[in-house]
């Protein structure tokens, strides 16, 4: 496959080296990616992904270090900016993969990365370690984007959840955003970590995947003790706090939307109106004048999380 | 004006600092690899004083709209463990390729040592083998022979001098740095390096060409404003602001250029990408403030 390297136009390979144990999935995912660089990069930068992708299957781990460093220099910053059919790709080979918003440094990091053979977990670690451990603000924000499109998605968990940790907000941004593997793999309390830290940081929910699908009743107490505290403080409690505590509910919670709902500011009882008609609770919606008027909101449409709270963008 | 620091030690200062920096003006920082005071007595120290570098230092930049860029290499003083410098060698590679590592350095010598020498050496043909610019520390004591020794050794390398910015100057060594074509550095930094009153005066008597202002500001009482401090100072004895650009940016730009990851596109138009992973709180994309420095008095002297 690689000694198309040495041919006019360059192509670099669209599937990893043979010899390498992988699931269907993962060379899906290398093809789709070669398929957007050789779209849009130059030749003398193919040629030399391809040089790079050779070196790389036969086992050379500095090779790996030394090109995944400069892969910029070669590729230039450019935004992918995918059309909508390349992204329906990503999403079919890679349910809940979504590289809106990828460059191709970053796509080209990880096809790179995927050109590495391994037969085992540790074997894939081996180099995943020393590039997360040495690796520069864009090098781990491609790193950490990539973690749901590496194999043996157990042997991660550690990994995103020492990245929830990173006070590095474009890192942080890259775990909790746009990114299916914490819903599908962190285990509640690292959930529940990633939650609370992503509000501690004022970034909005709505670009967390799946998140409303792993709310649990200790998120909800979490949640509570929050809010308390920034009331405690002065400090404003962030619109979509209450977002996590749908299905969730406890008494607590309830009294305090209720109270929200009667005497917040109009952004706040929509946040605790959405919250409690989400919850299928039972509340009492007869309180506020605007009650019905929020209902409209909500029944079309123009009342919705990613409306009230939207995407945070940087 | 806008100014860059080209030799400033980030992860010793505080926020208020960062704040202060962009507020009068400073648009990019370069920070060397250097020691933290105290030796370190692991080669993990090194890694993870490396990947701060490139990682945690570079955002905690970006916060205040500050670019942040630094030079990766084996200080002099540690040059002295031979067992941890070996070790530090190995890892320097990995680090020399990252993006908005500029240069080689600080390296040089300290004490002026068989091993200094030693490292010294290797990492200057290093640098010759990953083409990056060299960012060289003068010693503090028997300066003058250190200097000359540094820039023989350099030559001896067959390294053209215009690759290479020999750092913490003073009237002693100027003339000599200059006249053999290298980047001369001035630290303005109180009592053991570069006063601004007198780079003033040199300036006056040397003019700007290849002369580079700089801070150093780390760890020890010195100050991160100097070089903003040292441009007002300039402008006050009637220095033109063309001249005064030329060594408090132009020519630190033109130094690390080389290196190809020193561009004023990197803060004047980033792109896409390094907008959204870089400049959070970048108040140059945000509408921007009105530089500003302490105003005049004894503040603004640097002794």
């Known amino acids: 496959m690689n000694s198309i390297a040495d041919s006019t136009p360059a192509v670099i390979p669209t599937q990893l080296p043979k010899t390498s144990s992988k699931t269907e999935r993962t060379e899906q995912i290398a093809h789709v990616l070669a398929t957007w660089l050789q779209t849009r990069l130059e030749p003398s930068a193919l ?136 819903a599908e793999n962190l285990c509640n309390n690292s959930w529940n970590q990633l939650i609370l830290k992503t509000l501690f940081n004022d970034i ?21 003790d929050f809010a308390e505290e920034r009331q405690a403080a002065g400090r404003q409690v962030p619109l979509d706090l209450w977002r996590p505590m749908v299905r969730f509910l406890n008494s607590r919670a309830t009294h305090k939307l209720q109270q929200l709902l009667e005497s917040g500011n109009p952004t706040e009882q929509r946040a605790a109106f959405l919250t409690l008609v989400e919850s299928n609770s039972g509340a009492n919606f007869d309180g506020p004048a605007s009650a019905s008027q929020l209902r409209d909101e909500w029944e079309t449409g123009q009342l919705t999380w990613e409306l009230l709270v939207p995407r945070t963008v940087s | 004006m806008a100014f860059i620091d080209p030799h400033i030690h980030m992860v010793s200062r505080t926020t208020a600092d960062y704040e202060a920096m962009a507020a009068a003006g400073v648009v990019a920082v370069i920070e060397p690899a250097f020691w933290q005071g105290q030796p370190r007595t692991t080669a993990g120290s090194f890694q ?47 680090y020399l390729t990252k993006e908005g590592v500029v240069a080689i350095g600080e390296i040089g010598f300290d004490d002026q040592t068989a091993l200094e020498e030693k490292y010294l050496r290797l990492q200057l043909e290093l640098a010759v083998e990953v083409d990056l610019p060299i960012l060289i520390h003068t010693p503090h004591r028997n300066k003058k022979r250190g200097t000359y020794r540094t820039m023989d050794i350099i030559e001896d390398l067959g390294i053209a001098p215009h690759r290479v910015v020999i750092d913490h100057n003073n009237e002693e060594t100027c003339k000599e740095v200059l006249d053999r074509g290298y980047w001369c550095a001035f630290t303005i930094y109180p009592r053991t390096k570069m006063g601004n009153e ?63 990851q020193f561009r004023e596109e990197d803060w004047l138009n980033p792109t896409p990408i390094d907008q959204r992973t870089l400049f959070q709180g970048n108040s140059v994309l945000r509408g921007g403030q009105s530089p500003r420095v302490d105003e005049a008095g004894e503040e603004l002297i640097i002794r």
């Not at chain 1, 409303?212 to 107490?221: A, G, K």
């Not at chain 2, 760890?219 to 404003?225: H, I, K, T």
């Open chain 1, 204 to 224: 909005s929910l709505s670009g967390i995947w799946a998140v409303d699908q792993r709310n649990n009743p200790e998120l909800v107490d979490m949640l509570l």
């Open chain 2, 48 to 94: 993870d004083y490396f990947a701060t570098l490139v990682g945690f230092e570079r955002f905690r930049a970006s916060q205040f709209g500050i670019r942040h860029y630094c030079t990766i290499g084996l200080n002099s003083k540690e040059a002295n463990n031979e067992r941890l410098a070996d070790e530090v060698m190995e890892m320097l590679p990995l």
């Open chain 2, 198 to 260: 007198r780079v003033v005066e040199i300036i006056r008597q040397y003019g700007t060409e290849r002369v580079i202002i700089d801070s150093s500001a780390d760890w020890g009482v010195s100050d991160a404003l100097a070089v903003p401090k040292t441009a007002r100072l300039m402008e006050q004895a009637g220095i033109t602001k063309d001249q005064i650009e030329i060594v408090t940016y132009q020519n630190a730009l033109a130094a690390y250029s080389p290196s190809g």
């Open chain 1, 47 to 182: 040629e030399w992904l391809a040089r790079q992708s050779e070196k790389i299957s036969q086992g050379d781990r500095k090779g790996l270090f030394l090109s995944f460093g400069l892969v910029p220099r070669k590729t230039g910053k450019s935004d992918l900016n995918l059309s909508s059919e390349e992204l329906q790709a990503a999403h079919k080979v890679r349910p809940g993969w979504h590289p809106e918003a990828w460059s191709v440094d970053q796509a080209a990091r990880t096809w790179l990365i995927l050109q590495w053979r391994h037969r085992t977990a540790g074997e894939l670690l081996s180099v995943l370690d020393p590039l997360f451990n040495a690796g520069e603000v864009r090098e781990l924000v491609a790193l950490y984007s990539a973690l749901p499109l590496f194999p043996y998605p157990e042997a991660h968990q550690q990994r995103c959840e020492e990245g929830i940790r990173s006070n590095i907000r474009s890192v942080l941004l890259a775990i909790v955003y746009d990114n299916p593997y914490p």
